[in-house]
């Protein structure tokens, strides 16, 4: 047991890390603290086959392949718990209330209002930010963006457009989108 021991554990236990580092290569995706998750799991059942090990088969086989059940078994266990969150998520372009045009992402608070900081320039003078934002709307999104500056409610936006609601929608998206409104940041 004891040439066991400091053949998994010399070197900060890299004969054990080694094995662990061969079992998740196939997995992928991992965080480092997904791994070292891993690494405090693989300790757990080096004890375990420690103590169950009965000389019947190579140590180093039966290490690995409870190793591999027990982090199949975990990373199963955590993508489950992934999969009830997905569960229990809503969409924030979601209609909230009795007026469809609202959606949740209209009442989330931000600091940032795309439609003030577009209204404070007067046109002549926009900044180069603006100007390479603007640069990236189509005419139709540059219609919608001045129409919600200027007060119209959604509805009041499609019709003044002749647009339906996922052409407006889309227009929405992207003005605010990340990609189009991180030149402003």
Do not use: W
Not at 148 to 156: R, T
């Amino acid at each position: 047991m004891e040439q066991i021991l400091n053949a998994y554990y010399s070197n900060n236990a890299k004969k054990l890390h080694s094995v662990v580092d061969k079992i998740l290569i196939r997995f992928g995706g991992l965080t480092d603290k997904d791994i070292d998750d891993f690494y405090s799991l693989a300790n757990e059942v080096f004890v375990d086959v420690l103590r169950r090990y009965d000389d019947s088969q190579s140590f180093d086989k039966f290490l690995y392949s409870c190793l591999t059940n027990k982090i199949k078994t975990e990373i199963t266990r955590r993508n489950r718990e992934k999969r009830k969150a997905d569960r229990m998520s809503i969409s924030i372009d979601i209609p909230i209330g009795d007026d469809d045009s609202i959606t949740l992402r209209d009442t989330i608070a931000d600091k940032f209002n795309i439609e003030k900081n577009f209204l404070e320039i007067s046109e002549n003078n926009y900044s180069k930010k603006m100007r390479c934002y603007l640069s990236k709307l189509s005419n139709l999104q540059k219609k919608v963006l001045r129409l919600n500056i200027a007060g119209y409610l959604p509805n009041e936006i499609r019709k003044e457009l002749h647009i339906n609601e996922k052409q407006y929608a889309d227009c929405y998206a992207a003005i605010h989108s990340y990609r189009n409104v991180s030149i402003l940041l």
